[in-house]
């Protein structure tokens, strides 16, 4: 699965990760049974959580649009858990926005097709010289469209039919149809002539990807859990991002006919990249992030949801020895706008 599991902390903590995930199914599971409460449902019903997928597919003929805007500002040195103070050559700051166009299609009554069209626009602040009489902070400007994404989902439970719960499985590909040849500036062209993938618009590579959902309505709740695995292939330049888990759960509670509360947990494990098929030591690790938010359900099939993922933990990859940090953030915003076909 990851390739550069190095110490024995890693290994335990992929211990941890299996037993999150079969405490998280045990739970899903004794919430799913008592099908016969389906007919007992309240008229108010959630929509999907804000900054995760889940476990339905769309109905046959029916079509969704969405925009989802992601923004962060990495600010702060990290050393695994530990915040770094002082000056240090390499990465200051980086600021990104996203915004993301989906587009879903139900092909039939077992399976959906999506599609995701990122743009993205990537600031990089970075020190150089430092002790030198001249400290200078050099900031690169990426922006323009990154790699597109196509899902086929196939639904294994549905709710709607009867079943006690939703259920689905989905297989996809990350097409190499962003940029990936942005050169680094000097003085940090002499070690890296291309930026790494992180910084870059795409990857350059064809990366296959599988998802699992689970979602479950019950009167005014909802539970969704979502699974996302993204295998990394070396692009160009010897450039390849480390594979990426994604691992989700979410409560939503419906208030009224307009409005939704909701809280998820969601988690992300990267394995490190390469750059000039070297090892980038600082990149990747693991973070989690807890996130409320809430849900506007309008007229005529239109959604707007709003969340704030909080940082409650990271363990970020970093090369100490080398003076080479990885940056972390506090915060995101997700704006998501919807609409039903």
Known sequence: ????????????????LSVFFLIVFVILSSAAVNAADIDKMSKLKTIGPANMSSGT???????????????FSKDQLYAGENEISGKYNGKLE???ALVLTGIRYGINKKMDIRLNIPYYKKDLKRRCY?????????????????????????????QKKGDSCSLAVGLGI??????????NPLPFSKKYKYLGPGFQLGTGSWDPKFELGFTKN??????????MYTWGNQGQHGLEKGDVFKYNLAYSYALSKVYDLQLELNGIKAD??????????????????????????????????????????????????????????????????????
Do not use: C, W
């Not at 597919?57 to 805007?69: C, E, F, S």
């Not at 019950?218 to 699974?227: A, E, V």
């Not at 690790?285 to 993922?309: C, E, M, Q, R, W």
């Open 272 to 341: 490190k990249s390469l750059n000039n098929n070297e090892i980038v030591t600082n990149s990747g690790g693991d973070t989690i992030f807890l996130t409320p938010g809430i849900h506007f359900k309008l007229k005529n099939n239109y959604n707007i949801s709003v969340a704030v993922p909080i940082t409650i933990y990271r363990d970020l990859n970093a090369d100490a020895q080398a003076e080479k940090f990885a940056l972390g953030e506090d915060y995101r915003v997700v704006i998501k706008a919807s609409h039903l076909f």
């Open 57 to 71: 597919i769309l109905k046959p003929g029916k079509m969704a649009v969405g925009i989802k805007y992601l923004s």
């Open 130 to 158: 430092v002790g030198s009489p001249k400290s200078d902070v050099i900031t690169t400007t990426n922006k323009g469209l990154g790699d597109i994404i196509m899902m086929g989902r196939y639904s294994l439970l549905s």
């Open 218 to 227: 019950y009167l005014r709740s909802r539970i969704d859990s979502h699974l």
């Open 94 to 96: 980086q600021e990104q």
């Open 1 to 16: 699965m990851f390739r550069f599991v190095e110490n024995r902390k890693e290994i335990v903590n992929y211990k941890r």
């Open 174 to 183: 990350k097409m190499p149809t962003g940029d990936s040849d942005k050169k």
